[in-house]
């Protein structure tokens, strides 16, 4: 079933346990298949991926529950293991013997798990700012706020570091930060808090599935030393983008991320936040094209 607008059209397939769910087809070419981040935010947010989709047709998929994809029976598979089934569904739903693969943020996660799984299905994989804790990588809070108070000084940016802080604070505490603290920390994620950024912060809430992003990372979502181990046999071509400015993962953390692939590249925008095609469209496009044509 397929519906569209004059530059997207909605698509639906059922997966492997009978849930529907949508994925967007924006542009022409070689196809690039999309995992939006959150945990759990509908791909409405990744737009065009800075004009990607002048040269790739991109298909970008809602996550089970999110977007214009349905909730599932069974919501404990909102777990990011029980989606990498969801993904093999899409592949094979399209007809693709292997795919070119694009995961922001959280859904670095997703593809981690998916290539391991199904390594020969993978042909070249982008993590846009991925969080890593499938490898078993992550920022210290120490790390992170150091990181953050590089932008001290100028506003919006004390106010949201030491909101920040608080957050921060609270997770080491194990407990939940207040949502407003989070809120007024968004001018972090993004290396320009301009209006672009501000509207694009702003659908976060409306777009993203508390309940689901809350199941994402879940105990016994991932076996670490496993999944290093299937990496660095995958015979794909990968490129970890970091942004200069993003804390997590900083530049270092994602070239370590990078140095678990037999052929892993990092490369940093200059001036990049956690949503890099945003902060310098042109490069961004250009950089992953460069990638998925030629390789690093």
Not at 121 to 135: D, G, I, S, Y
Not at 147 to 161: E, N
Not at 274 to 292: G, T
Request: with cysteine; net charge negative.
């Amino acid at each position: 079933m397929a519906t569209s607008t004059p530059s997207t059209c909605t698509f639906t397939f059922t997966t492997y346990d009978g849930t529907e769910l949508a994925y967007h087809v924006q542009g022409e070419g070689e196809p690039l298949v999309c995992l939006p981040g959150g945990a759990m935010r509908a791909s409405a947010y990744l737009g065009d991926l800075g004009g990607l989709s002048a040269g790739r047709r991109l298909i970008l998929l809602d996550l089970r529950g999110t977007g214009d994809s349905a909730v599932p029976a069974d919501t404990s598979t909102y777990r990011v293991d029980h989606q990498v089934a969801d993904v093999e569904a899409l592949r094979s739903h399209l007809g693709l013997e292997s795919v070119d693969l694009l995961a922001h943020s959280a859904s670095g996660n997703l593809a981690l798990l998916y290539a391991a799984a199904h390594p020969h299905r993978v042909r070249r994989m982008a993590l846009v700012t991925p969080t890593c804790w499938a490898v078993d990588l992550a920022e210290s809070p120490e790390t992170r706020l150091a990181d953050v108070r590089r932008r001290a000084g100028r506003p919006p940016y004390d106010t949201a570091i030491a909101a920040y802080e608080r957050a921060l604070a609270v997770l080491a505490a194990g407990g939940v930060p207040d949502e407003a603290d989070w809120a007024a920390a968004m001018p972090l994620a993004y290396g320009s808090w301009d209006g672009t950024a501000r509207a694009h912060a702003a659908l976060s809430p409306v777009q993203k599935n508390a309940e689901a992003s809350a199941a994402f990372a879940g105990p016994g979502a991932f076996d670490p030393p496993a999944t290093r181990a299937a990496l660095g046999r995958l015979a794909g071509e990968v490129l970890v983008l970091a942004g200069e400015l993003d804390s997590n993962p900083s530049p270092a953390l994602a070239a370590r991320l990078a140095e678990l692939f037999a052929h892993g590249v990092v490369d940093v925008q200059s001036g990049g936040g956690h949503f890099p095609w945003l902060d310098e469209p042109r490069w961004f496009a250009a950089r992953v094209e460069r990638f998925l044509a030629h390789g690093a």
